[in-house]
Structures are given as structure tokens and as C-alpha cells.
């Protein structure tokens, strides 16, 4: 296994381990959530959280918290898309129509981040990468919980979370900030989001703290594995392997929702959520396979350049 193939491979890891630990975020959300505490409290406390412990780990880590003017600068333009903005738009979103509708929507995300690489940065996308992202869509068409009537304005809310993302996950590969530790990354992006999110919830008076040791405990937990390191390894993932094809293997997030919640709280998918869920594992595997072909196919190429000279 050449570099090439190792740095893909281990950027996959990442990505995966990202959305592993993602993928228990909703689970645990609930449990906060069913207990009276407001869900931009919640976002709030969770990138709180984890800016405090990232203040830690960082000098622990021998990680020093200087950045460059240009990185400043980034950091307060696509920052807040990394959790803030993101979480809001999405938490509004829910307020219009129903959760399993609204997540099918943000999980457009990697659509826009194609289209707009493709526009910006001129990426080409294979077929099997625009067929891996049209199935993979599907797919989360399929795992919906599709409920109640369409409502516009939580369609614009949730597509608007999944262009804030995108622009997030492009910037984490193509910005000032790109070059940084992801630790340093996900430092200053959640330490801008909180303030945000602190600016909106003091704004609107609606801070409401859990009453329950429980309830901190999970707060905690979601901040240390569903922030600080699954955040980290997404901007570690997404320096490996880019853009797109880093958007796109995130997508295995809700495969593990789906998974979480039939064995902590017993939720049993139905055949159609079963259905999507194997459509999403089967655009992901064709993704990953596709990518390993072709840096195979480099390698080879490469070698037979060094025997003709």
C-alpha cells in the first residue's frame, strides 16, 4: 500500500469513526431534550462544552492556538457553519414540519458541496461519484419518517442547514484554516459558535438548564465524543480524501442513528428504513471501492513512467 493509499484510507477511518460517533448524537439528544431543556440550550451547552475542554487538550497536545490573520479571518466567515448557524437552522426547521422530513432535506449536503466544487473549484466528479451521491440521497429519502404536510419555510430552513455544512466541509479543505491541527479547527470554530449561540439564546431569554446530574453527565458526553472528537476526525477525514468524497462517506451517520436507537431504546426500523439504509451502505461501498481503484490505478501508472525512463 503506497502513501496515497494510506492517506485515503486512514482519511476514510476518519470519516467513519466521525459518523459513528454522530450517529449516537440523537439518541442522546433525546433523552435531554424529553427532559424539559430547549434544544438551542442544548447546542449552546454542546459547543460550550467542548471550546472549554479543547482549551485543555490543546496545550496537553503540544497544539499551540496561534493562527494567522487570514486564519482569524476564516475562522469568523465559515467558523460558525461548523455547529452554530448549522444547528439553528435545522432546530428552526423542526418547528415547520416534521424531524424525519426536515433530516432528508439537511442531508443534501453533499450535493451542494459537489455542485459547488465542481463551480468553484472546477472538480470533476465521476459517474460513479454523482451515482454514489444520487443513491445515497435516495437512500435518506427512503429512511424518512415522512409525516404531516410540506411546509416551505421548514424546507428552506433545512436546506439552508445543509448549504451552511457544505460550505463548512469545503472550507475545512480549501480556506486559510485548512492547514491547521483538526483539534485547532474544531477549537476556534466551536469557541465562534458559541458566542453566537450564546448572542441568540441571551437575545431571546430562552436559557433553560438541565435540573437533572443525568442530563449534565450526557451534555458532557456529547460534547467530548459528539463534538470535540468526532469534529476533529471529520476535518482530519476531509483533509485526506476532500471535499466531496469526505461529504458523501459521511452519510453513514444515520445508518448508525438507525442502528443506536434499535439497540439503546429499541426503536426497530421498519422494511423501508431498511431498504434506504442498504441503498446508502451500497453508494458508499461503490464510493470507496471506486476511490481505491483509481489510486491503484495511479500507483501502476506511475511505475510504468519510472521503467520507460
Keep these: 500500500m503506497n502513501v496515497k493509499q494510506k492517506s485515503f484510507f486512514s482519511g476514510v477511518a476518519a470519516v467513519t469513526a466521525s459518523a459513528v460517533l454522530f450517529g449516537f448524537l440523537p439518541i442522546w439528544c433525546k433523552q435531554v431534550l424529553l427532559s424539559g431543556v430547549d434544544s438551542g440550550t442544548l447546542v449552546l451547552l454542546r459547543y460550550g462544552f467542548a471550546t472549554v475542554m479543547l482549551a485543555i487538550l490543546l496545550p496537553i497536545f503540544g497544539i499551540s492556538f496561534s493562527i494567522t490573520k487570514k486564519q482569524f479571518a476564516a475562522f469568523a466567515a465559515f467558523g460558525l457553519f461548523s455547529g452554530g448557524v448549522t444547528s439553528w437552522f435545522l432546530s428552526q426547521s423542526y418547528l415547520y414540519m416534521f424531524a424525519g422530513i426536515a433530516t432528508m432535506f439537511h442531508f443534501s449536503y453533499p450535493i451542494f458541496v459537489a455542485v459547488l466544487m465542481s463551480v468553484i473549484y472546477k472538480e470533476k466528479l465521476s459517474r460513479k461519484t454523482v451515482a454514489a451521491i444520487i443513491a445515497a440521497v435516495l437512500g435518506m429519502a427512503l429512511m424518512a419518517d415522512i409525516k404531516g404536510d410540506f411546509s416551505p419555510v421548514g424546507t428552506i430552513f433545512a436546506l439552508i442547514s445543509g448549504l451552511t455544512l457544505a460550505i463548512y466541509i469545503i472550507a ?52 467530548l465524543l459528539c463534538t470535540v472528537a468526532s469534529h476533529s476526525l471529520l476535518a482530519y477525514g476531509i483533509q485526506k480524501l476532500g471535499a466531496t468524497t469526505g461529504a458523501i462517506i459521511s452519510m453513514s451517520e444515520p445508518l448508525v442513528s438507525v442502528a443506536a436507537g434499535a439497540v439503546i431504546i429499541n426503536e426497530i426500523p421498519s422494511a423501508r428504513v431498511q431498504a434506504g439504509c442498504a441503498l446508502v451502505l451500497a453508494a458508499l461501498v461503490v464510493l470507496i471501492l471506486s476511490n481505491s481503484k483509481k489510486e491503484k490505478a495511479g500507483k501502476e501508472e506511475l511505475k510504468k513512467e519510472e521503467i520507460s525512463k
Design 172 to 223: 475545512a479543505k480549501k480556506s486559510a484554516f485548512s492547514v491547521l491541527h483538526p483539534m485547532k479547527i474544531v477549537f476556534y470554530s466551536s469557541l465562534v459558535s458559541t458566542i453566537f449561540l450564546a448572542a441568540t439564546q441571551l437575545a431571546g431569554r430562552n436559557i433553560n438548564l438541565p435540573s437533572n446530574t443525568s442530563d449534565w453527565v450526557r451534555i458532557v458526553v456529547i460534547s
